[in-house]
């Protein structure tokens, strides 16, 4: 009798979403044989391949640490430093074999709200005032903190921002 490989297909829907400035919510789907999952994290987007047997906790050869190992469908990723990209990857497994890893990754929220703080380096400068324009624009700046830009807190981030962010930076010690 000849015993063929089995595919293992990886799970599906990944996503990965910043709940607070210190959480991230990762949710998926398992795959339709309904297989264990295995969900790594990186901080820099560099990850091995896993086999054998892991715990949580455990380093991935190649890169990633093991943050879960079960059946579920979510995880929240608790105790991160705000305004800091983290990276996912989460395969199927059946035994010792894996799927083929899909990735996600999330920022989490920058920390108290400083106004007129638009690039999120807690610290209000020409460069926040540069970096709302190019917001208002439609520039799509990167990295932006709408609720620092939204000196007024009036829910818009327009012309009265920027004039805003210029009074605090002229009027700072």
């Given amino acids: 009798m000849c015993i063929r490989d089995r595919r293992i297909i990886p799970p599906s829907n990944f996503a990965a979403t910043p709940a607070s400035d210190s959480q991230i919510d990762l949710e998926w789907s398992l795959n339709l044989s309904n297989d264990q999952v295995l969900l790594a994290w990186s901080a820099d987007d560099i990850f091995g391949n896993p ?4 715990n949580v906790g455990d380093q991935i050869a ?3 640490e093991v943050l879960l190992i079960g059946s579920g469908t979510s995880y929240n990723h608790l105790s991160l430093n705000s305004g800091t990209t983290y990276y996912y990857r989460i395969w199927s ?4 074999t894996y799927s083929s890893g899909i990735a996600a990754q999330a920022t989490t929220l920058p920390g108290d709200v400083l106004p007129g703080d638009s690039n999120c380096d807690e610290i209000v400068n020409v460069l926040d005032v540069v970096i709302t ?3 208002i624009l439609g ?4 990295p932006f903190c709408s ?3 939204d000196v007024n807190s009036d829910g818009l981030i ?3 921002d920027v004039v805003l962010t210029v009074d605090i930076i002229l009027n700072s010690k």
């Fill in 51 to 54: 086999s054998g047997n892991y």
């Fill in 62 to 64: 190649g890169g990633g």
């Fill in 93 to 96: 497994k059946s035994g010792d």
């Fill in 133 to 135: 324009v190019n917001h």
């Fill in 139 to 142: 520039a799509n700046p990167e």
């Fill in 147 to 149: 609720e620092n830009a």
């Fill in 158 to 160: 327009n012309v009265l």
